[in-house]
């Protein structure tokens, strides 16, 4: 068997490299860029009629990842694809689990000989990870959702693969305007293609409170009932947003929940008189404005109210984090703020969980487990003073993650508070070096924004999606050594049909050599 690096590994590591990034790109044009790739030439294994997925005995978990491959490949193969734990070793899928420490929780190793893949991890996360590199090893036309012709074939050869960061990130504000469960579902496959493993969902905002709350039903049947542009809004029952959570974990994408507080809240003030301080409700609002409105902190019912709230949130979702917002309040004192975000800390920790919220909460003295959401570099300040006395940062630079700017001047979705993030913007920058002083250590991830003001079909969502948000996931996963713009933009124009297989509504940027 010939092997040869690929350009993927030599960029990725010190070793001598040959072939060309046209190679990478035809033969394997993964995304995130895996850590190293030893391509045996000229050798293929061929999916057939009579191909298995055998998956280990004794792990339930593992089994389902097995049956979600064969999912996926059946649609557009037509093959049957049996799962079992007791397949012969030819002509079948292994995913097997192993001991191995180079590859931690969610890594994998995949060999690719004429005979048959294998996938081996330590856990059950690390077999579905490989899963979605065996998806994109195989023709663009295995995401279509009818049989298609083939030949299923995919690149024989070893692939050592294991994320930089713990925390990749994709949110979604459905505040704004609302999607609905199967659309946020149809997300998380989407960002799940791409090795993220948290959905953070913005749940309320002025514009609409999208939870029930069982102590509160007027938050959703009120609060819920508008959105931007006095559309009919809406909200999840529990059982719709547990349905989320349950599919989200499926896919070992974590639920990360938003209650934006204390301000973002209009919705909230909206449904009960009593959280304003003059005890007054407010109107409904479906304009875009930020910063006008506040719980009232100084009252001992918001509290109650934020208890019972992150309480039934809490047992709603399986996650280690909720998140608590805190950004853009621009109508209480700096005391009052500092003291409002140390005290939902310690409800959110009442309820067994960890607060994250916006870099605004660095001017509050924070638990050592709580985490700050880096966004805006004109807040600066605290928040590179925080990192460095030991909070952990996940990173959403406006400039760079916030899918909800504008590509160019041309683009009509979207907004440009941050300028135009286009394609190269979300995928060259490194999260080791965008802080003065917060290194890797400092950083638990990265997270694409996606806001919705001027979003109203989940057709805008995919559009402003993709393809920038492949190159979140690369800053999140791939080592920084070997990324290069050019490798990656040839890297990604090969996804456009798989996005065309997928009916995804995507924005074919001119930095990107599409296929035609
Ligand atoms: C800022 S990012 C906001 C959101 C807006 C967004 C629009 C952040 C913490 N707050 O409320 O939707 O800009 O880009």
Redesign the pocket.
Known sequence: MKVALLVAACALSAVACTGSPAEVSTDRPLVPAPVSVEAADGTWFTLTASTRIRTPSGSGEAAAVGRYLADVLRRSTGYPLPVADTAPGDDAISLELVRDDRLGDEGYELEVTGEAATLRANRPAGLFMGVQTLRQLLPPAVERATPQPGPWRIPGGRILDHPRFAWRGAAL?VA?HFFTVDEVKRYVDLIALYKLNVLHLHLT?DQGWRIAIEGWPRLAAHGGGTEVGGGPGGHYTQRQYAEIVAYARDRYVTVVPEVDVPG?TNAALASYAELNCDGRARRRYTGTK?GFSSLCVEEQLTYRFLDEVLGELAALTPGSYLHVGG??VQTLSDEQYAAFVERVQRIVRAHGKRAIG?QEITKAKLLPDTVAQY??HRIGGDVVRAARQGTRLVLSP?ERA?L??KYDERTTLG?E??GHVEVRDAYEWDPSTLLDGVGDDRVLGVES?L?S?TLERIEDVEYMTFPRLPGIAEVGWSPAAGRRWDDYRRRLAAHGPRWSAMAVHYYRSPQVPWPD
Do not use: I
Request: charged content about 40%.
């Open positions: 504000d704004r905002d973002h930020v950004d853009e916006w966004w805006d406006a916030y909800d700017m907004l508070w941050a924004q806001w003001e």
